[in-house]
Structure formats: structure tokens, C-alpha cells
């Protein structure tokens, strides 16, 4: 029952929203609920079967699949436009494209992390040799006096 879990969810992120005084109206966060609202399209789809199999690497024999499927429709009693859901291949491929470019993010993330250090780095080394020089300065034109 996956569903219930993104409902509830999606119900906790609108109570949590922020009220408009004086009025019945709520702020959300369009992109969160949007993102939810999409995991609760692949669940009624099916689709949340075929992305854990691929994941998992386990198959998930064909007739749970169907059942999982055509779940939704049997429960509400209108006709409903059903999408199929992707072929098993069609999902693993899907998979690791995601996975590419997720490979892809994380190298560029740490292409820029270590361009950034490298900068800071090469900053905190000038600012030793000025911290350094003044201290060397200071050391030649005052002498510095002995504590008892």
C-alpha cells in the first residue's frame, strides 16, 4: 500500500503549509507536492513494481505485475485511461540512464568541489605569506620583549 504512504505524505505537506490570513487559501511548495503527485502516478500506473525489479535485479513474476496494474481501476469504480506500464527493458534502460547521468552529476560536482579547494587553498597560501612577511617585519624594527 504504497499509495496510502504518498498520500500521506502529500496530505502532511499541505497541512503544513503556510496560511494567507483572512482567507481559506495555503502556500505550498509547488515542486514537493508536484514530485509526490508524479510517485503517486507511477504507483497507480504500475510502474512502481517494474523500477524495484530493476533495481533489486529480482523479477517480479508477471501476474503480480498485472495485479498491481490493474489494482486502481478495480477499486474506483470509473473508467479510467490506463497507460501500460514499461516493458522490463524499456525499464532497466531507463534505469541506467539515470544512473549515467546521476555518475555524470556527481563527476562534475566533484570536478567543481576540487576547483573550489584548489582555490582556497592557493588564497590561504598567500594569506600565510602575508601573515608570515608582517610577522617578520614586526620581528626586525621592534624587539620583542622577554616576559620575567
Not at 75 to 96: D, T
Request: net charge negative.
Amino acid at each position: 500500500m504504497e499509495i496510502l504512504g504518498l498520500l500521506d505524505t502529500l496530505e502532511s505537506m499541505i497541512m503544513d503549509g503556510s496560511r494567507i490570513p483572512f482567507t481559506k487559501k495555503l502556500i505550498v511548495n509547488e515542486d514537493k507536492i508536484l514530485a509526490v503527485v508524479d510517485k503517486i502516478r507511477l504507483v497507480v500506473q504500475g510502474g512502481g513494481g517494474f523500477a524495484k525489479e530493476a533495481i533489486t535485479g529480482k523479477p517480479i513474476p508477471a501476474e503480480k505485475a498485472q495485479a498491481e496494474a490493474e489494482a486502481p481501476r478495480q477499486s474506483s469504480g470509473q473508467a479510467q485511461v490506463h497507460a501500460s506500464p514499461p516493458e522490463g527493458g524499456e525499464a532497466v534502460e531507463v534505469l541506467q540512464q539515470a544512473y549515467q547521468m546521476a555518475k555524470e552529476i556527481r563527476e562534475g560536482a566533484d570536478h567543481y568541489a576540487d576547483e573550489v579547494l584548489e582555490n582556497l587553498e592557493a588564497t590561504s597560501s598567500r594569506i600565510l605569506r602575508t601573515v608570515k612577511a608582517g610577522r617578520d617585519r614586526l620581528a626586525k624594527t621592534a624587539p620583542v620583549e622577554e616576559k620575567k
